[in-house]
């Protein structure tokens, strides 16, 4: 395996299992719960859907580095930088809106009688959600991971790509000739076998 | 004892009620929208109300005043829903045994095991919901809602997925096992074939309020006010003037007819003589007299009707006419007074369709009293 591929297939893993542990409440929340704002988050983390993720990330290592949010993150202890962390972030949110949006639909889905039986059977709210809504959601969850992946590693392999030619960008050793052809053969079938999966999933319920 | 007194405001609809019931089966019923379901879910604590008091057997689940909120799990209150939402991803077994998941795992299979019997679902115990019949669909339903040994069992329209032969042999089973567990339940339901025949005790809604709560063969004959009568079904509702209220009878003026009704004596919300009065005469409780057979008909004399029949709607077994009276008054906008409800077979024996002219008379326990009139 060439190191680009690793480096791609690495934070694209990371950014995809950040999305998820972050995504699966939300997307709870949003397919399940109606309340005040809920339009607007949802819009919020629609964002990198149109909006370039990798330009989210380069304005707030700019921002951040000028702007007034430095010493906020000089007491988080956040250095910005165009390195591997914000690799990960630019990936990461990208991936969080395609899995908050598939598995969404899929919460919504699920017949509502079904939590409220729960319910009435002496079961507490989070019990229903792990032996009802997930059980029957997990169509949308799978789904979701599999198609966030796919963004998470589409959208860092062009960065990274590109970024090569920008001096200092992301702060990766040169990428080797034949690296980008295996690469580019690995993205192509994960992509088509995992929308393919994808999309009879989500196809299947009801 | 049932008693239930709730309050709760939704974006154009009010639900304002108040009934108790004896144990046995309660049903609510009366049209789509009026709040029965509302009802149902405040009680089982899945909607919080606004105000009010809810108390089974002397045990409070909710009371506003008092500050009693149980929640969910210590009501003892189990549910069947409409369309029985049965979980589709487990096994009937794991179905039933939902709610029994604070017992030991031996106990539980225990219990399981009893309700499988019971509800004769031993053979399906290890299948999905989907690939049961609608009766074993129900029995689950039902047996899941009864695993904890509720002290009331709440039922939302429990047929209504259902048509015909179907939902006729579904609501023998529903009645048989109610019986059987012997719960004090309360019934949702719009069908007042289903209402009648599942239930003892009847409560009438309408629009978010309660118009009469009883036993059920007093709201049936004896229906508070014409809202109630509405709500029903009941057909031919009519008013008239209250002539003279006597011992047992009362005498009415209608269209130019004099009409006798029984009435227990000493009843006190009758209007005075010469007031307005509302009542009923079921379509078929007027009896259509017969010129084949004039002997036989000679002894009926009172509350002797004359019309014309002016139109019929066939309606299989029977035939409804509509018959318009010859007497005072404006006729009717409808174009006729009353419904007239035959057999089939006397409909073609009478050859109504080439014979219009007819005379007709009603028993005076027929002409029912409704003592608020319309409006």
Known sequence: MSDLLRIVLSVAGAATLCAVLLGLPLALLLGRLSFRGKSLLQALIAVPLVFPATLLGYYAVVLSRQGYFRPLLARLHVVPAFDWKLALFTAGLGALAIFVRVAQTDFARVDRRLEQAARTLGRSDLSVIWAVTLPLGWRGVVAGTMLAFCRAGGEFALTLLVARTVPGGYGFSPIPRDGVAQLGVVMLCSVLVFSLVASRLTRAVG | ?375
Request: with cysteine.
């Open chain 2, 1 to 375: 004892m049932l008693s239930v007194e709730l309050l709760k405001h939704l974006p154009g609809f009010t639900l304002d009620v108040r009934w108790q019931a004896r144990e046995g089966v309660v049903a609510l019923f009366g049209p789509s929208g009026s709040g029965k379901t509302l009802t149902l879910h405040c009680m089982a604590g899945l909607v919080q109300p606004d105000g009010g008091h809810v108390s089974v057997g002397g045990r409070i689940l909710y009371d506003s005043v008092r500050g009693v909120r149980q929640p969910i799990r210590d009501r003892r209150v189990g549910v069947v829903f409409q369309g029985y939402a049965l979980f589709p991803h487990l096994t009937v077994a794991q179905n039933l045994a939902f709610g029994l998941d604070r017992l030991p795992s031996a106990q539980r299979r225990k219990r399981t095991g009893e309700l499988l019997e019971r509800l004769r679902l031993d053979e399906v115990r290890r299948l999905k919901p989907r690939s049961l019949s609608a009766g074993q669909q129900q029995r689950v339903a039902l047996g899941r809602a009864l695993a904890q040994d509720p002290d009331l069992l709440l039922l939302d329209e429990p047929l209504s997925a259902l048509d015909g032969p179907a939902r006729r042999a579904l609501r023998d089973d529903l009645a048989g096992m109610l019986r059987g567990f012997g719960t004090t339940a309360v019934l949702v339901t719009h069908d007042l074939a289903e209402a009648c025949h599942l239930a003892d005790q009847l409560v009438v809604y309408d629009r978010g309020q309660v118009l009469q709560a009883g036993v059920k063969a007093d709201v049936l004959s004896r229906p508070a006010s014409v809202a109630v009568a509405q709500v029903l079904g009941i057909r031919n509702i009519l008013e008239g003037e209250l002539l003279e209220a006597g011992r047992g009878t009362v005498r009415l003026a209608w269209r130019g007819h004099e009409l006798v009704a029984e009435c227990e004596s000493g009843r006190g919300d009758l209007p005075r003589p010469g007031g307005r009065i509302a009542f009923y005469i079921r379509p078929e409780h007027v009896h259509l007299l017969r010129k084949d057979r004039p002997a036989a008909e000679a002894g009926r004399r009172t509350n002797l009707i004359r019309g014309v029949i002016t139109g019929e709607t066939d309606l299989g077994a029977v035939v409804l006419l509509r018959f318009r009276v010859e007497g005072d008054g404006p006729d009717p906008p409808s174009g006729y007074d009353l419904e007239i409800e035959v057999a089939r077979l006397v409909h073609e024996k009478l050859c109504v369709h080439y014979d219009r002219q007819w005379e007709a008379t009603v028993q005076p326990g027929a002409v029912q009293l409704l003592p608020n009139p319309p409006g």
